[in-house]
Each structure stands twice: as C-alpha cells, then as structure tokens.
C-alpha cells in the first residue's frame, strides 16, 4: 500500500525544513505521496519537484488557500494544481499581500503588552518575507521567552480573544475554489476538526462547499484525534466528498505529526487520489 501524506509545510511558508530537506524527510519516512502544501504560495514546488523525481516519489503540487466564511478563517488545501496558473497565481498574491499589514498590527498589539521588537523577531523568522504568519510570531515569543513552545502560544496569544490575534479578511471560499478549478486541481477542506464549529456549523460549511463544487475533506490529519476520524468519514460520505489524509507537518519538535505517520484512511472512505 503507497503511502500517502497530502499536506505539509515547508520554509516557503511556515515550516523550517527547506523544500528539499522536506521531500528528502518524506522519503526517509517511507512517503510515496507527497503533496507540498505552503499557505498561499507556490514558490516551493519547483525544488521539491526536483528532489522528488531524485528519491524516486511522487511530489504532488499543492497549496493551502487562507479564506474568510462567515468570519471565520478556514484553510482550503488545493491538490494537483498547475502551478502557473494566472487566476490562482494572482489570487494567492492577493491573499499574501494581506499578512505584511496584519503582522503590523499584531505587532502593535504585542508591544501595547510591553513585547518589543515582535515585527522584527518575527521575520527573522519567516524563510519567505512574503509569507509572514502567526507561526512565526509564536516562534519569536518562544525564543524571547515569553511562553515555553509554541502550541503553549496559540493558547495564550495569537487567537481570536487573546493579544496579538487581528481578524483578518481573507479570500471568500468561493475565489478559493475557482482558483483552484481554474488551476485544474481539487479542492480539500483542510482539518475540519480544527475549527471548532457545532454541528450545524460544520454541516453549513460543508453545504457551501459542496454547492461551490469542493472535492474532498481531510478525514485524517494531523490535528484529528482517533474519534474524530469516523466523524469526518461519515460527513464524507453523507456530502459524497472524497476523503484526503495529510500529516500538517510543519517542523520536527514542534509537537504536529511526523510525515506519513497516519492512521489508514476507514475503508468506507472514497480517497482524494482514487482518480490518479
Ligand atoms: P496564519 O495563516 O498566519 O494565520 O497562521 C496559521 C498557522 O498557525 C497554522 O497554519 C498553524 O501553522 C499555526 N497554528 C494555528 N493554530 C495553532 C495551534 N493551535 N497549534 C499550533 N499551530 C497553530
Ligand atoms: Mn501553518
Ligand atoms: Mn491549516
Ligand atoms: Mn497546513
């Protein structure tokens, strides 16, 4: 059975392994399947591709779409994209061009609480300026002390209710997925279970999704617990969405999921790659 890992991090984005130290950590770990997906960006591809045809696996070109529905941000990963395609090239652009104004202003936040310097330390951390996002802020406050790792930030700070969180408007999920239709790929809710919705939130969601022609939903991922899987394979099949699995690997240490250690997708599951 190939192994599959659909969504991952890389310093195009917000992980700390270049594209190539990521693909060659994939092969190490027995990945057949690898889809690079950084959040709005496309830059990565190329190297990864190169390293992937020398390892002998499958790069699958990927992205991690940031979009607003119904003030709430959620994450729309694209699989199989072209990654030259204008419409999805631009509307990525757009969507980064956002996150230098909205790391001002966490900045701005933070330093009201008496941390300095927030801006600065943040980029230092961001492989890719362009792409400047939370994660990096919470690698800046743990370098600084301020909290012991990073998952400890994102309960403390950088979350809706708490210092350095600025709502952000992103793309709507509409754009998003004419984007990624319009680059040839399919669409994947990502880690459904990461939002927090109630039920009939979630099935909203999903109803929207499916009307504006979403593919597939993250059944396993990273951030799902063992009890959550049967939940997210059950609306898959009740929506008739294929089901994806990816790792959200960011940085080793980070306390996320290593690459390609997943659980197997239920067998009731269609999968996201049953047509390649
Ligand atoms: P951004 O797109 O800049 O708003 O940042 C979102 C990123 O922050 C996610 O992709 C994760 O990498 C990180 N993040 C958000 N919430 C958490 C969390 N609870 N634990 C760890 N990382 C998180
Ligand atoms: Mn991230
Ligand atoms: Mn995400
Ligand atoms: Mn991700």
């Not at 708490?162 to 997925?177: C, N």
């Not at 990461?194 to 951030?223: C, N, P, Q, W």
Request: hydrophobic share 40%; with cysteine; aromatic share 8%.
């Amino acid at each position: 059975m190939p192994v599959y890992d659909l969504h991952c991090h890389s310093t195009a984005s917000d992980g700390v392994l270049s594209p190539r130290e990521l693909v060659q950590r994939a092969a190490a770990q027995g990945v057949n399947f690898l889809a690079l997906t950084d959040h709005d960006e496309l830059r990565g591809l190329a190297e990864a591709r190169a390293t992937a045809e020398e390892h002998g696996i499958e790069l699958v070109a990927g992205v991690e779409v940031s979009i607003t529905w119904r003030k709430s941000t959620v994450h729309i990963v694209g699989l199989r994209v072209d990654p030259v395609d204008e419409s999805l090239v631009l509307g990525l652009q757009r969507n980064r061009l956002g996150r230098a104004m909205r790391a001002e202003l966490m900045a701005e936040d933070l330093a009201r609480l008496g941390i300095v310097g927030a801006l600065e330390g943040a980029y230092a951390f961001a492989g890719n300026k362009e792409l400047i996002g939370r994660t990096h802020f919470a690698r800046f406050l743990v370098e600084r002390g301020v909290v012991k790792d990073v998952k400890t930030v994102f309960k403390k700070y950088l979350v809706k209710g708490k210092p350095g969180y600025v709502h952000h408007e992103w793309a709507s999920l509409a754009d998003a997925l004419s984007w990624i239709r319009a680059a040839g790929g399919q669409s994947v809710l990502a880690h459904p279970g990461r939002y927090h919705f109630g039920r009939e939130r979630m099935r909203d969601l999903l109803k929207d999704f499916k009307e504006l022609g979403g593919d597939a939903i993250e059944v396993v991922t990273g951030s799902h617990t063992a009890d959550q899987v049967p939940v997210y394979a059950d609306l898959a099949l009740e929506f008739d969405f294929q089901a994806s699995v990816g790792s959200d690997f960011h940085a080793p240490g980070e306390g996320g999921r290593e690459l390609g250690r997943l659980m197997p997708l239920p067998l009731r599951c269609r999968p996201v790659w049953e047509g390649w």
